[in-house]
């Protein structure tokens, strides 16, 4: 999500006249997009404003602006921390810089208030083009579940979607540009449209996405059990386009845990989206996110965890140990009472559990050949991904291919975090 913020906001500056800088000593303006969904990432952004003080205060002249997950509703606090901050932006609020860019621009006066204020009003018509052959599109912003460990509705506020119009329109620009594959996003992304006229739903957008030509692959992140619909899930299994590939965080495998954690959720719903997914579609690719170390966690409900992800078998599992936010349920009401070694132990524990349930779904494919979409090329070597998400790194077999193609790769090996192959000369695909 914040990469896409960051992609439109260059795209705005650019209509301002602005460019891109090689590195910070070249610019007028530095801008650092935040995440806050751990502390390891605001440390990382307090490190580097740290660093840019310093410059700033040796004298270089650069203004510095800070956006995203970061940034709340008020800002006095991070202002009195970083007094060297020029401008704050909460998420998808992009005024604030622009208008610092058009205070510190050179061009005449008046023309750049005229582009800035219709930039302003219409900036979710403004795209940039990423790198390479892939796109984050976000249809639904912010978060309406209040989980009790989690920051992001009060930084990003309550669930907005985009018109389906709006979405389409920056789909089909980016098809034009030689795109192949887009990733709606949302925090929950089946949420979105419950709050549109008419309701449309993520599996709307699936249905029109279908017609755009040029866009070859469709994947969506991230999931919430309850939003996940058969609707939904249907519509997955209909598509050509759509790729069998779920990324659904159960974040405990124990009923109680979930029940502090306000997921709003049972694991026996849970399951039971799983057991959909994989009905109708028996080689789907379903990740899962898990947090160890919550207020409270007892060995038991570690081990519910433990049994749930051996018992599901899932592709990928992404980890991390809980660690407070500022401002949430479960900063201001519970205790962090897990040491940390234990969390780190736990971490460990669904680090191997995630490195040998992957390791041997990958296996499998050995001696198959899977379909890859080709993002790089360089000499000898290819890389891409599998519908199923799976990095592939392949040899061109001495055919010509470019990057954005659709290849078929024969897989020779295979560990938990990838496969390797070459361009296969015969047809005989599986599906991964």
């Known amino acids: 999500m914040n990469q896409a913020d960051s992609l439109k906001l260059s795209a705005g500056l650019e209509a301002l006249g602005w460019q891109t800088a090689e590195n910070e000593r070249d610019s007028s303006l530095v801008v650092i997009n935040t995440c806050s969904v751990r502390q390891h990432a605001e440390d990382r952004a307090y490190s580097h404003l740290g660093r840019l003080r310093k410059q700033k205060e040796s004298g270089l002249k650069i203004q510095i602006a800070v956006m995203g997950c970061m940034v709340g509703p008020k800002t006095d606090e991070l202002s009195k921390r970083f007094p060297y901050v020029d401008a704050w932006a909460r998420p998808q609020e992009f005024d604030p810089i622009l208008q610092l860019a058009e205070s510190i621009s050179e061009a005449?006066?008046?023309?750049?208030?005229?582009?800035?204020?219709?930039?302003?009003?219409?900036?979710?018509?403004?795209?940039?083009?990423?790198?390479?052959?892939?796109?984050?599109?976000?249809?639904?912003?912010?978060?309406?579940?209040?989980?009790?460990?989690?920051?992001?509705?009060?930084?990003r506020g309550r669930e907005r979607s985009r018109s389906v119009e709006d979405i389409m329109h920056e789909i089909k620009w980016l098809a034009d540009r030689d795109i192949k594959e887009v990733t709606l996003l949302g925090q929950t992304v089946e949420a979105y449209g419950h709050d549109l006229p008419d309701s449309p739903?993520?599996?709307?957008?699936?249905?029109?996405i279908e017609n755009i030509n040029g866009i070859k692959r469709v994947r969506f992140l991230t999931s919430y059990p309850?939003?996940?619909?058969?609707e939904i899930i249907s519509s997955v299994a209909q598509s050509s386009k759509v790729c069998e590939h779920f990324n659904i965080p159960v974040q405990s495998g124990s009923n109680s845990m979930l029940g502090r954690m306000r997921r709003g959720y049972m694991v026996e719903d849970f399951e039971n989206r799983v057991e959909k997914i994989r009905t109708l579609m028996p080689n789907a690719s379903i990740a899962t996110d898990v947090i160890v170390g919550c207020p409270g966690e007892t060995q038991s409900e570690f081990q519910e965890t433990v049994d749930l992800l051996e018992k599901i078998n899932f592709n990928t599992i992404h980890v991390a140990a809980y660690s407070p936010r500022p401002g949430?349920?479960?900063?201001?009401?519970?205790?962090?009472?897990?040491?940390?070694?234990?969390?780190?132990?736990?971490?460990?524990?669904?680090?191997?559990?995630?490195?040998?349930?992957?390791?041997?779904?990958?296996?499998?494919v050995v001696g198959n050949q899977v379909e890859v979409l080709v993002e790089t090329l360089a000499g000898h070597q290819g890389m891409?991904?599998?519908?199923?998400?799976?990095?592939?790194?392949?040899?061109?077999?001495?055919?010509?291919?470019?990057?954005?193609?659709?290849?078929?790769?024969?897989?020779?090996?295979?560990?938990?975090?990838?496969l390797k192959g070459h361009v296969a000369n015969t047809l005989s695909l599986a599906v991964v």
């Open 108 to 155: 005449p006066e008046g023309e750049l208030g005229i582009l800035s204020s219709i930039l302003n009003r219409d900036i979710s018509r403004t795209y940039a083009r990423p790198e390479g052959v892939s796109a984050f599109i976000p249809v639904v912003h912010g978060c309406d579940k209040f989980c009790t460990y989690c920051i992001v509705p009060l930084r």
């Open 226 to 230: 309850k939003d996940m619909t058969d």
């Open 201 to 208: 739903t993520l599996a709307t957008l699936f249905e029109e």
């Open 384 to 418: 891409g991904r599998t519908r199923g998400g799976v990095i592939v790194h392949f040899s061109p077999n001495g055919e010509k291919i470019a990057a954005g193609e659709l290849v078929l790769v024969e897989i020779t090996s295979a560990t938990a975090w990838s």
């Open 328 to 364: 949430t349920y479960a900063d201001r009401k519970m205790d962090d009472d897990i040491p940390k070694e234990i969390k780190k132990e736990r971490l460990q524990i669904i680090e191997a559990i995630h490195a040998e349930s992957s390791g041997n779904i990958n296996s499998l």
